[in-house]
């Protein structure tokens, strides 16, 4: 079966860095994208950051020129590097797979402290 596993989040003060890791198992094909949703107490579900098959990326305005998103395609693994995190950055954190279907993982919750 496919899982998503997310590691990585935690607790970090306004103004530091994390960085979250969704390794994917199970065989899925025809892999066209990759990425990371948001969502926060209250608010709605958003898209941060994703990539495609080719490498071309997307970010949210909100998180555009701190967030970078990266694969390693040999270890099956999509990353989230986080820098000059915000208060408002604080959400849970779900990768996603788009295949055939799209594979989403249980989420990791960031949390800064301001």
């Known amino acids: 079966q496919v899982q998503l596993v997310e590691s990585g989040g935690g607790l970090v003060q306004a103004g530091g860095s994390l960085r979250v890791s969704c390794a994917a198992s199970g065989t899925i094909f025809s892999i066209n994208a990759m990425g990371w949703c948001r969502q926060a107490p209250g608010k709605q579900r958003e898209l941060v950051a994703s990539i495609t098959s080719g490498g071309s990326t997307n970010y949210a305005d909100s998180v555009k020129g701190r967030f970078t998103i990266s694969r390693d395609n040999a270890k099956n693994t999509v990353y989230l590097q986080m820098n000059s995190l915000k208060p408002e950055d604080t959400a849970v954190y779900s990768c996603?797979?788009?295949?055939?279907?799209?594979?989403w993982g249980q989420g990791t919750q960031v949390t800064v402290s301001s």
């Open positions: 996603w797979v788009r295949g055939a279907t799209v594979y």
